[in-house]
T-cell receptor, first 116, second 110 residues
Framework: GAVVSQHPSWVICKSGTSVKIECRSL??????MFWYRQFPKQSLMLMAT?????????EQGVEKDKFLINHASLTLSTLTVTSAHPEDSSFYIC????????????FGPGTRLTVT | EDQVTQSPEALRLQEGESSSLNCSYT??????LFWYRQDPGKGPEFLFT???AGEEKEKERLKATLTKKESFLHITAPKPEDSATYLC???????????FGAGTTVTVRA
């Protein structure tokens, strides 16, 4: 299967600071990547769709100025949580759509963000 | 709006005790239905994609089936290593994004 990596795997930051999470597709080029958030015992909630070379599309209720997404290359998308607060603590997971005949998305291992 | 409902919420099985997980969905034009496995603290691992009613796919002890309204994931003679949360998601024809169900957490006891 396709490989998607995330960095860091976990991060602790202080309230009011910003943190950047990277998502890379290692063995294929991904024109579209997705960012999800998962709270404990809950399912994945889509935050935004990231398209290479264009602005991200955010889901309703997701603040675009707080969650900055950049998809600068075909293998890298970044999510920056700006002015983080404790309620932003969550498990952030990215996925990448592998172009071709199928429509599968391959997920990264996730990043655990804790805001103190 | 796409909706995905999974049942049961949790399933406890004895090793070797076969069972099925249900995923009911409503979507405006289904492109595909996806099954993923998620272990605690990790990202989802792709299992299957089903595209049309009547389609079936198998992988080791897992078999996924699809009708026009629901999908089933059958676990045959499960082992403890099959313990995980199984997620179902749908993708509409006009979009690439996935809408996930809440998942079924399966625990297999030796």
């Amino acid at each position: 299967g396709a490989v998607v990596s995330q960095h860091p795997s976990w991060v602790i930051c202080k309230s009011g600071t910003s943190v950047k999470i990277e998502c890379r597709s290692l063995d294929f080029q991904a024109t579209t990547m997705f960012w999800y958030r998962q709270f404990p015992k809950q399912s994945l909630m889509l935050m935004a769709t990231s398209n290479e070379g264009s602005k991200a599309t955010y889901e309703q209720g997701v603040e675009k100025d707080k969650f900055l997404i950049n998809h600068a290359s075909l293998t890298l998308s970044t999510l920056t949580v700006t002015s983080a607060h404790p309620e932003d603590s969550s498990f952030y997971i990215c996925s990448a759509h592998r172009p071709g005949n199928s429509y599968e998305q391959y997920f990264g291992p996730g990043t655990r963000l804790t805001v103190t | 709006e796409d909706q995905v409902t999974q049942s049961p919420e949790a399933l406890r099985l004895q090793e070797g005790e076969s069972s099925s997980l249900n995923c009911s969905y409503t979507v405006s034009g289904l492109r595909g239905l996806f099954w993923y496995r998620q272990d605690p603290g990790k990202g989802p691992e792709f299992l299957f994609t089903l595209y049309s009613a009547g389609e079936e796919k198998e992988k080791e002890r897992l078999k996924a089936t699809l009708t026009k309204k629901e999908s089933f994931l059958h676990i045959t003679a499960p082992k403890p290593e099959d313990s995980a949360t199984y997620l179902c998601a749908v993708q509409a024809r006009n979009d690439y994004k996935l809408s996930f169900g809440a998942g079924t957490t399966v625990t297999v006891r030796a």
